[in-house]
């Protein structure tokens, strides 16, 4: 298993005009898809047909600690969907990715966000 220090970000719903002014929340995305295809070339993860991905997502400053506690490695059932933060990673990690057979991914509150590649070799019992 391999943890990467990244917040999370889903893909957004883009337009034409989205390569010329410059939304927020796309070039955010953008920004996202470099820092995230770089660490996975220095980590040096090699994804192929299958994905496995587990998203932790950061909980807000405002919660008191008692929510904070109670929510902790719980499942996140929130905005952002899970199947854009999936496209997110697939946009960043493959040019084509028609080839990946299989996903498994969730999404699950923690105090820092960061997202873990599990790979084939580390799924025995993983996921029964």
């Given at each position: ?17 989205d390569t010329w002014k410059k939304r927020p929340c ?5 920004a996202y898809k470099d820092e995230l295809n770089e ?42 969907d899970i199947d854009n933060l999936v496209k997110g ?40």
């Open positions: 298993m391999l943890n990467i220090k990244i917040i999370p970000v889903s893909k957004p719903r883009m337009t034409r005009a796309v070039t955010r995305y953008w660490k996975i070339k220095e980590l040096d993860i090699k994804v192929q047909d299958e994905l496995f991905l587990e998203f932790y997502m950061p909980m807000p400053k405002s919660w008191s600690k008692k929510k904070k506690l109670d929510l902790l490695n719980k499942p996140h059932q929130q905005k952002p990673v697939m946009d960043a990690i493959f040019k084509e990715d028609s080839h990946v057979h299989t996903i498994y991914a969730k999404k699950i509150w923690s105090n820092e966000a960061s997202m873990t590649f599990i790979s084939g070799k580390n799924l025995v019992g993983y996921l029964s």
